[in-house]
């Protein structure tokens, strides 16, 4: 029998199972759209079937980071931008764990850039959502990679002369093997699209609109949003690594005007996850790691055994 | 040459192959029956630039370098014929003759590649020569390799060559060599060998007392391993199957001899995009009940004082490494120094829980992987190995013996599914992962995937249950639980006897050290107390929590101390003084900074200089620091 048993286990889940009982309640601040970030969610994990107990949520800092707070799953509230290394390795390590990574765009797109680029290009089966606010919350408002140019903030108080970073552009590029956009104010979408993240095999990025109504007001969360895989206007198909790239690029130069484009823009099904790659070449094992140290009739391999030769 | 010790220093270019001809050389003499120790020089470039190795051999135990050394084999530097490196570094052609002499011994043994190196450049050649009575034999090594084989070869033909003149077997090297190459290249090699050895048995009277190797025998059967390889295999043999990491000279030996051998044991290794990431994938690892490890050199680790935080915060076992090199930043990045010391100890923000743990020995540095493992598991906090360049590459016997222990794959006070399900460790229905009772402050751990485990891990601080609290009398509750591990741990390694101490019970004075000079301090002590002054010395091989009580009771036992470490601001002998807290007065220091570790009669000169005769050190490599209330 495995040491975990709460794994792959198949009942009804009761989308309450995630809500703690005892519980101090959000401190997001009221109308914040990480309120729906959280409803989705807990829509979505029983869905793709997942108990709270076969899930572990890996969080960065910030509002966002707090998701795992109101979420009663295994969590790791790690630090700023570090939630995917953690998230990766805990994959890793045991594979049958339903991993899932959550942070900001300061947390994902600033100071956790760097990881988010490798993360996507190794492909890493998990998922990851953005809570994108152009703005930093918890700090008090001030300017993100995602703000628009011109920004102005109590730290750039001459108005940003960045140009905002473009998050399924970079993500794509990079190499992700799903990428997306919704928001916290289609929660049906948002729903949808996080079931197709967990269901997908490799990295799921979800670049996620969530309004801010305290630091933020003008933000174009209010704006329309135009669902691209249900719209008759685009007959899109998101196996089409192109037309994908095409329509990024659209959206993301004119995303501080008019309609807002969401969606599922690229998705390729064929392209194995890293577990599966590094299985392959013989650096991963078939059994879960963790699931040896729980196995008391486990032989554990002696350096003596296997190396000693060498040096003699 | 005397006949109690041979020190053999083969010299050349980096990337010429001195170093995996060096190491056949070691075991060899090893597997004749003697005790050998190698020191590697080279320098932060890929080809070309001088490098050497030694490596001492004799019939009792050797424990460092030794002071100079008796046989010098210069082969030329085949990338220094490079006029674009030469506008950069100058003429390095004669090098590994020129550069080599100051150290040679009187009578020792000259062997050079006439067919790359010219003497008349060296200054002074033929006059110091005669002034030192060497014994010089200049050999065409480039014509003879590139006869019967490739010019790269010549190295194998100054081993030849090395072997006749000592008198060492042909066959002792010719095994290894049939165990290390591939057909293709053995024979070409084998013959060239062959060809030196002659070479040299025609040409010159090779039976000269003065040119000889000592011989001995083991009691047991020895192994030839670096510090490095010690730890590596301490880790493996404790169960660690998870590694992550980023390369930086010298860590990136651990992470290699790890990556390599991890597969084939169904571990896991990681190479990832920077020091905070690899350190954060072996939180993530070790969050999931596997065993995992981290590592870097000073600026690497420097990244990682973030996660170490986080795995503080969490309780989340860790072992992490730190392979020190010379600094500031990048400093000299294939140079020894022992100046990381605070860094490892204080870095990351906040009242610290960890434990570092230093070994002084290639044989010490297995039993500190092993115990890093398990204190972080046991008491889940953050261990760190704090070790040097000169220990990581330095190849010595050690008993095969040694490494023929039991596996552990034990993950300490992690609960099964069953336990779990009986509670002590539930209240309202919900695993309480922090909770504060436990007299060594540890809360027992599940991990995802298990049933009625979950719980909230966080930076943040938290309550028993893991929610982020910042009630005040559940902070101090938090906070003094999670610093009384550190209690626990010093009684449990009180116990382990990490220091070592050597020499006479009852002495005059005593030499405390810490890592890596514990050998070289060692054999200082062994000949003073020859000489006649009586003194001991104790190296200290857990720096946090410092075992305050044995430092102050071998103080108190002398007169007066010299603390010896390889860097510039006295940090190990500052880290004493704060734990102790009296003392200072009879401190002081010996340093040494200049990229080089220390020889033995250093040692020897600054006890003497300063404690006997209670004077200065002339030159700059070497200080004193007067100690506090001097």
Known sequence: MSAFSAIGEEREIDRNEYTPEIEPQPTWCPGCGDFGVLKALKGALPEVGRTPEETLLVTGIGCSGKLNSYLDSYGFHTIHGRSLPVARAAKLANPGVEVVAAGGDGDGYGIGGNHFMHTARENHDMTYIVFNNEIFGLTKGQTSPTSPKGHKSKTQPHGSAKTPIRPLSLSLTSGASFVARTAAVNPNQAQRILKEAMEHDGFAHIDFLTQCPTWNKDAKQYVPYTDINESDDYDFDPTNRADAQELMRETEDKLYEGEVLTGVYYREDDRPSYQQEKQEIGEMPDEPLAERYFDGDYEWERSYDNFIDKHK | ?630
């Open chain 2, 1 to 630: 040459m005397s006949a109690d010790e041979l020190i053999w220093r083969i010299a050349g270019g980096s990337g010429d192959g001195i170093a995996s001809t060096s190491q056949n050389f070691a075991k060899a003499l090893m597997r004749s029956g003697l005790h050998v120790f190698t020191h590697r020089h080279y320098p932060s470039r890929i080809r070309g630039g001088h490098t050497y190795v030694e490596v001492r051999a004799s019939a009792d135990p050797v424990k460092s370098r030794g002071d100079g050394y008796n046989f010098l084999l210069a082969l030329g530097d085949s990338f220094a014929r490079n006029p674009q490196d030469e506008a950069y570094y100058g003429n390095e052609e004669a090098k590994p003759l020129a550069e080599n002499l100051d150290e040679l011994r009187e009578g020792g043994v000259i062997v050079y590649d006439s067919g790359l190196l010219d003497p008349s450049e060296v200054p002074n050649f033929e006059e110091r020569v005669e002034e030192n009575d060497w014994h010089v034999y200049d050999i065409d090594l480039r014509s003879l390799a590139r006869e019967q084989g490739r010019e790269v070869m010549r190295n194998t033909a100054g081993v030849g060559v090395t072997c006749a003149i000592t008198g060492i077997p042909l066959e002792a090297i010719e095994e290894l060599m049939r165990d290390a190459m591939p057909e293709k290249i053995l024979e070409p090699n084998l013959e060239i060998m062959q060809t030196g050895y002659d070479l040299v048995r025609e040409e010159y009277d090779v039976d000269a007392p003065d040119v000889s190797v000592p011989s001995g025998e083991h009691d047991e059967e020895q192994v030839l391993m670096s510090g490095s390889d010690a730890i590596a295999y301490g880790a493996i043999d404790e169960g660690c199957r998870f590694i992550a990491g980023y390369p930086m000279t010298p860590w990136t030996e651990v992470f290699t001899i790890m990556s390599q051998n991890l597969p084939e044991l169904g571990g896991i290794s990681e190479q990832v995009e920077d020091e905070i990431a690899a350190a954060a994938l072996a939180i993530g690892a070790s969050h999931m009940g596997v065993k995992a490890m981290s590592g870097s050199s000073g600026g690497g680790f420097a990244l990682m004082g973030e996660p170490l935080g986080l795995a503080e915060m969490t309780e989340t076992p860790l072992v992490l490494i730190e392979a020190m090199r010379a600094g500031p930043s990048t400093g000299m990045p294939t140079k020894p120094e022992q100046a990381d010391l605070e860094h490892v100890l204080y870095t990351s923000q906040g009242d610290s829980q960890r434990v570092v743990l230093a070994p002084g020995t290639v044989a010490e540095a297995y039993e500190a992987s092993r115990r890093a493992f398990q204190l972080a598991y046991e008491y889940q906090i953050p261990t760190m190995i704090v070790y040097d360049q000169k220990l990581s590459g330095e190849l010595t016997n050690v008993p095969a013996s040694h490494f023929d222990r039991e596996p552990n794959g034990d993950i300490g006070m992690t609960l099964t599914e069953d336990e779990l399900a009986d509670q002590p460790h539930t209240a309202d229905g919900k695993f309480h992962r922090f909770q504060h009772e436990g007299e060594n402050g540890v809360s027992p751990r599940s991990v995802p995937g298990q049933k009625a485990g979950r719980y909230l891990a966080t930076g943040n601080e938290h309550n028993p249950a893991g929610h982020i609290s910042e009630d005040p009398d559940n902070r101090v509750a938090q906070m003094d639980r999670r610093q009384r591990k550190l209690d626990a741990i010093r009684a449990d390694l009180d116990d382990d006897g990490l220091l070592v101490e050597h020499g006479p019970e009852e002495a005059d004075y005593g030499i405390l050290t810490f890592g890596s000079q514990q050998g070289t301090v060692e054999e200082a002590v062994d000949r003073l107390n020859e000489n006649g002054t009586s003194v001991k010395a104790l190296t200290v091989a857990e720096l946090a929590p410092y075992p305050v009580d044995a430092v102050r009771s071998f103080l108190d036992s002398v007169d007066e101390a010299l603390v010896v470490e390889m860097n510039a601001s006295a940090q190990f002998r500052g880290l004493t003084q704060k734990e102790l807290g009296t003392h200072g007065e009879m401190l002081s220091s010996l340093l040494k900074y200049n990229g080089n570790p220390f020889e033995p009669a250093e040692i020897v000169e600054g006890f003497t200089t300063k404690l006997v005769d209670g004077g200065e050190l002339p030159g700059n490599e070497t200080k004193f620091v007067p100690a506090a209330g001097d």
